[in-house]
């Protein structure tokens, strides 16, 4: 399977934004589908993913409460709507899929994220 992130770009502390993660080649619905992002020296970290069908999710810390992870299965897209965003959030984001929530075999090419105070 292949994966595009896209839908970063430029928001101001307090603002929402939405990225979309677009999968092609093997069948969407055999993957879970996480979100990570790495800000300049730093680690990568995990930010949401969510099941194959879509009945579970998990949410990182730093995170929780701010961003929401959703899939549409027909549109082989996975949503991470990102809300409330810090100056912090400003990062690198990445998708990344895998046959199970915590496992990921599969990433995509990044999107840049920058969130301005």
């Known amino acids: 399977v292949q994966l595009q992130a896209s839908g970063g770009g430029s928001v101001q502390a307090g603002g929402s934004l939405r990225l979309s993660c677009i999968a092609s080649g093997r069948a969407f619905s055999d993957y879970a589908v996480g979100w990570f992002r790495q800000a300049p020296e730093k680690t990568r970290e995990f930010l949401a993913a969510i099941s194959q069908n879509g009945d579970k999710t998990l949410y990182g810390d730093s995170v929780e409460g701010r961003f929401t992870i959703a899939r549409d299965s027909a549109k082989r897209t996975v949503y991470l709507q990102m809300d409330s965003l810090k100056p912090e959030d400003t990062a690198v984001y990445y998708c990344?899929?895998?046959?199970?929530?915590?496992?990921?075999?599969?990433w995509g090419p990044g999107t840049q994220v920058t969130v301005s105070s």
């Open positions: 990344a899929a895998g046959a199970s929530l915590g496992e990921y075999t599969y």
